[in-house]
């Protein structure tokens, strides 16, 4: 547990200096260019590298020191910042760039989730699992909460190229504490070892494994739908609150956000969460998909801050559960390989999200409930007319079909007993 403890806080301080990194850009490209699609590209770029290389990283992470991983992780993605605050310093920024930026990273971060993910298997009892994504949700979600304070603060005093270069320093010290320590190695079957032999029955492993138990491809498929609804949700967080209010109060809404997940973190590190995970992962996100719902009806910053609140409380506990079964069924000498397909296919809805979600508020939604729009008369009587409301409206239909996608995940048989029908690992 010290071992998990010490490479839990190195990531923690590199996740504050990402986060405040993050929300600084995010606000820089949308006030500079004033279009939801060109901010939602960030999202795109920064999701869709990692996503397509994550097979071929699952399998480098079975046959490598997982350590290695996370320090190339680590390093990788450190170096792309620190160009970032070159080309600040230089007055050369352009918003491309920072999509070159975000591209590699992702690239990089693709070997660190399932060797992080992989190596918290070995270290932490199996009983204290469902603790351990506690603790590391914490560390998220304590960057959500202090990230945007910090950098709504310091892009004051030091401007944008001081906050990245304080962001460089937290990859470095993420480094230093990845070097003081080794890494347990899983044990290694002679059918996985013979295995190794072909890369590519390694690179497909992953998916034959989680496809012949149809309750993990049920969780994998629930997830990889809500994920889409929830991208769609995430990039529009930004524009829709600018909306309605400044930048100071974005950065309040999501440090309100953020101390919500840091509860509902702790909560989990020291609940373990309910003994049926399967429920607890169906059950809180429908209750997230009613807070979506809740922010579309009544878009108004107290609603805002309130449900944002609640649905971040929540968030943990989801992530705990799914995490904890993920790592309960699966062996781990094979959970890099696993976890590397799991994360490409649960995640590969978002890119497509990033890529409808400015388009569909820009071109679609928010015409229709313009001042003038098309469904002002009717629709816009409850939600409201003009900047902004188009997007609320979205939040609608996206709340709407997370609550049906939970119902069907409920009525999905292997989906709804897979923790008693297939054995732990």
């Known amino acids: 547990m010290q071992v998990f ?7 923690f301080i590199s996740l504050i200096g990402s986060g405040m990194t993050r929300f600084a850009l995010g606000v820089w ?7 939801v699609t060109q901010f939602a590209m960030i999202s795109l770029f920064a999701m869709l590298p990692g996503i397509l290389i994550s097979p071929l990283a699952g399998v480098l992470v079975d046959r490598w020191d997982r350590r ?3 320090l190339l992780a680590d390093a990788g993605a450190g170096l792309s910042t620190l160009a970032i605050a070159l080309l600040l310093f230089t007055n050369h920024l352009q918003v491309w760039h920072i999509y070159l930026a975000v591209a590699v990273s992702s690239s990089f971060i693709a070997f660190q989730w399932p060797a992080y993910a992989a190596t918290t298997s070995l270290l932490v009892p199996k009983q204290h699992l469902g603790r351990a994504s506690g603790i590391v949700n914490m560390a998220e979600a304590a960057s959500q909460l202090f990230s945007p304070i910090l950098a709504g ?5 030091i401007q ?4 990245i270069l304080i962001d460089c320093a937290t990859f470095i010290f993420a480094l230093f504490t990845l070097l ?3 890494f347990p190695k899983p044990k290694i079957s002679v059918e996985n070892q013979q295995q190794k032999a072909k890369l590519w029955d390694e690179i497909t492993y992953g998916w034959t494994y989680i496809t012949a138990q149809a309750g993990l491809l049920g969780l994998l498929i629930f997830f990889a739908v809500s994920n889409f609804f929830l991208g769609v949700v995430t990039v529009l967080v930004t524009p829709l609150v600018l909306a309605f209010a400044s930048a100071a109060v974005l950065g309040t809404v999501l440090s309100i956000g953020g101390s919500g997940m840091l509860l509902g973190s702790l909560l989990m590190s020291l609940w373990g969460g309910p003994k049926n995970r399967i429920l607890g992962v169906l059950g809180y996100t429908f209750l997230g998909g009613l807070c979506i719902l809740i922010a579309g009806l009544q878009p108004v910053i107290p609603v805002f801050l309130a449900t944002s609140f609640i649905y971040f409380f929540l968030v943990p506990i989801i992530d705990g559960c799914d995490q904890a079964i993920w790592q309960h069924k699966i062996t781990p000498a094979v959970q890099g390989r696993v976890f590397a397909v799991r994360r490409m296919l649960a995640w590969a809805s978002l890119p497509l999200a990033y890529l409808v979600a400015g388009p569909l508020a820009d071109r679609v939604f928010e015409p229709l409930l313009a001042i003038e729009g098309p469904l002002a008369g009717s629709i816009g009587r409850i939600i409201g007319v003009g900047r902004g409301h188009g997007i609320a409206l979205l939040f609608v239909v996206m709340g709407i079909l997370t609550m049906l996608a939970t119902a069907g995940g409920y009525l999905y048989v292997p989906l709804r007993l897979l923790e008693k029908q297939l054995p732990d690992a």
Do not use: E, K
């Not at 490209?29 to 279009?35: I, K, L, P, R």
């Not at 603060?153 to 005093?157: D, E, H, R, Y």
């Not at 944008?160 to 906050?163: E, K, P, R, S, T």
């Open 5 to 11: 403890i010490l490479i839990w806080f190195g990531q």
């Open 180 to 182: 003081l320590i080794g």
């Open 160 to 163: 944008l190229q001081g906050v």
């Open 29 to 35: 490209v949308y006030q500079s260019t004033g279009a």
């Open 68 to 70: 290695y991983c996370m």
């Open 153 to 157: 603060a310091l892009i004051v005093t």
